[in-house]
């Protein structure tokens, strides 16, 4: 019983980790963001706990964008994996989150199609939770891909 105590543990340290370094962002200084999202990441390692490792990647990914700008190779390297390991977890919320950070970075450099080709499966496997942020905002940026592929933007 004590162990299962100390995985509960484990697994709130590392959720407040990710929640810190999102309101760390807000803040600019992205050393404390880069040490809060490397301290979590150092859990999951330590621990072996993996739910939250697609997350912990996107934001990884998110910030090396910050860091070395949208062209950045490594915020798509980042990206991918958390798409990858969401999806093999079957995390449709992770998948979501991490899709839309990568059409973000896709969209940028006016590749729209693609980005467009990897987000819309997701959101239409989507049954409920049509009114959440992450939800809403991929649809929004849908809306701007398909306007991109028209030539609009």
Known sequence: ????????GVLVVRWLLILQAGAQNWTGRIDLVLHSVDEAMGWVEQYGERWQLAEILRCKGDLAARVEGSESTDQGDWSRKALEVSHGQASLAFELRAATS???RWADPGNCKDAHGLLTPICKRFAEGFQTNDL???RTLLSTLSVGQQGGV
Request: glycine share 8%; charged share 35%.
């Open 1 to 8: 019983m004590e162990r299962r105590k100390n995985n509960a």
């Open 102 to 104: 990568l059409a973000h």
């Open 136 to 138: 809403e905002g991929a």
